[in-house]
């Protein structure tokens, strides 16, 4: 399906195009950093940036514009852009993937009048908080939501709820759970009320919003776990979960990167009082830079090796397998946590250098722990994929 003009399109971009393109941001994202910090989004320069280059489209399916990057294209990409500043690289993974969703399971009429001028953008959250009442037409929604990751640039907010029958009741679904689904709405009928006032990821706009009776037409809503795209790559195919992974994955191993880079460059030239040479110098520092390299790239192994193998599933099948979906979640996981160890590691040993405002180890440091404490990296990630693994599933799987 096509949504754009009929005039000549350019081919989509390559892997290697969107991966230089991010690298070629690394500059302005990061002399942007205190600024969307102080504003609480990312700054107009980079959003123009990562729509100028194509990048904030890249996860779109091609018939909406977008490169249709795999999962795996998508997990490198998001390290590109958050090892350079990991507040922008979490706006844009959110709103890249929310947008994907949106292009990829929404009806025909909804996805021409969103993606009609190639720089509109979603952000929300897609968890069941509200409802969703049947109407003529498509549903009223309600709801309190939180973390709008990105809200600052975005034309539409998602917002997720279950679905409520003419008489107010819950609609079930044929394997006995809630019908959930999400909405994509105009800004301006939903009201954002800030509140994010918080220790780190302080540029990403992840403010609380709340929606009130909004009635929205049904071709602009779709089912939350879908894996029956209307258009897009085999990876819609597989479900939110593991495109949501990817945000969070490369997320986690581009702040990790950076953090190691940093404390690398610095030991060079640090020599903490009383030391007799620089820390690089040092059998000890070197011992342990050893080994938080090596959980690093362990870290990331897992992740490209999973997204590898559940994209592959997807373009030979059509589908992923529970075993699939539950490696994507835990290497995920797996990789936020090794993160944190590691950048907290190259925080202490970056000493009074790490602690002043504007160090990217302070910036790793603050953004890092932040990110531990999002749901979709919570320790119920582990419990669920070993009842998959232990094969005591029952009902319902959240993957």
């Known amino acids: 399906m096509a949504v754009s003009s009929s005039a000549p399109q350019s081919a989509p971009l390559t892997a290697d195009e969107l991966l230089d393109r991010a690298r070629s941001l690394r500059q302005l994202l990061g002399d942007e950093a205190e600024v969307?910090?102080?504003?609480?989004?990312?700054?107009?320069?980079?959003?123009?940036?990562?729509?100028?280059?194509?990048?904030?489209?890249?996860?779109?399916?091609?018939?909406?514009?977008?490169?249709?990057?795999?999962?795996?294209?998508?997990?490198l990409l998001f390290e590109e852009l958050s090892a350079a500043e990991p507040?922008?690289?979490?706006?844009?993974?959110a709103c890249a993937t929310s947008t994907a969703f949106a292009a990829a399971f929404m009806g025909?009429?909804?996805?021409?009048?969103?993606?009609?001028d190639g720089r509109s953008v979603a952000a929300g959250q897609f968890a069941p908080r509200g409802s969703f009442q049947k109407v003529d037409g498509g549903y009223r929604v309600?709801?309190?939501?939180?973390?709008?990751?990105?809200?600052?640039?975005?034309?539409?907010?998602?917002?997720?709820?279950?679905?409520?029958?003419?008489a107010g009741e819950m609609v079930f679904g044929d394997d006995g759970m809630p019908e959930?689904?999400?909405?994509?709405?105009?800004?301006?009928?939903?009201?954002?009320?800030g509140g994010w006032h918080v220790l780190g990821l302080q540029g990403t706009g992840s403010q609380d919003y709340s929606v009130d009776d909004v009635f929205v037409p049904a071709g602009r809503t779709f089912e939350l776990f879908s894996e029956s795209p209307l258009r897009g790559g085999a990876q819609f195919s597989v479900g939110i979960m593991p495109m949501t992974s990817a945000g969070h994955a490369g997320w986690a191993l581009g702040v990790c990167r950076r953090a190691l880079e940093e404390i690398a460059s610095l030991a060079k030239v640090k020599q903490r009082?009383?030391?007799?040479?620089?820390?690089?110098?040092?059998?000890?520092?070197?011992?342990?830079?050893?080994?938080?390299?090596?959980?690093?790239?362990?870290?990331?192994?897992?992740?490209?090796s999973s997204f590898e193998a559940i994209q592959a599933a997807a373009e030979a099948d059509g589908s992923a397998t529970l075993e699939l979906k539950a490696d994507v979640r835990v290497s995920t996981t797996h990789a936020t946590r090794v993160a944190a160890d590691v950048i907290l590691w190259c925080y202490r040993l970056g000493g009074g250098d790490a602690l002043r405002?504007?160090?990217?180890?302070?910036?790793?440091?603050?953004?890092?722990?932040?990110?531990?404490?999002?749901?979709?990296?919570?320790?119920?990630?582990?419990?669920?994929?070993?009842?998959?693994?232990?094969?005591?599933?029952?009902?319902?799987?959240?993957?």
């Open 36 to 75: 969307s910090d102080r504003s609480s989004h990312m700054s107009q320069p980079v959003v123009d940036a990562l729509f100028d280059s194509g990048l904030m489209t890249a996860a779109l399916p091609q018939a909406c514009g977008g490169a249709e990057a795999d999962l795996v294209t998508q997990v």
């Open 87 to 93: 507040s922008a690289g979490w706006s844009h993974m």
């Open 108 to 116: 025909d009429d909804a996805v021409a009048e969103m993606f009609a």
């Open 142 to 166: 309600s709801g309190e939501y939180g973390f709008a990751s990105g809200s600052g640039h975005a034309a539409y907010i998602m917002a997720g709820g279950v679905v409520l029958d003419a």
């Open 180 to 193: 959930m689904r999400v909405a994509a709405i105009p800004r301006d009928e939903v009201a954002l009320t």
């Open 273 to 304: 009082m009383g030391a007799s040479d620089v820390l690089a110098a040092q059998q000890l520092f070197q011992k342990e830079f050893g080994e938080r390299t090596a959980q690093f790239r362990s870290a990331r192994a897992y992740v490209l």
């Open 357 to 399: 405002d504007g160090h990217p180890l302070q910036r790793c440091m603050r953004d890092i722990l932040a990110g531990t404490q999002h749901i979709f990296v919570d320790d119920s990630t582990y419990e669920t994929a070993s009842q998959v693994w232990l094969d005591r599933v029952e009902g319902f799987v959240f993957l």
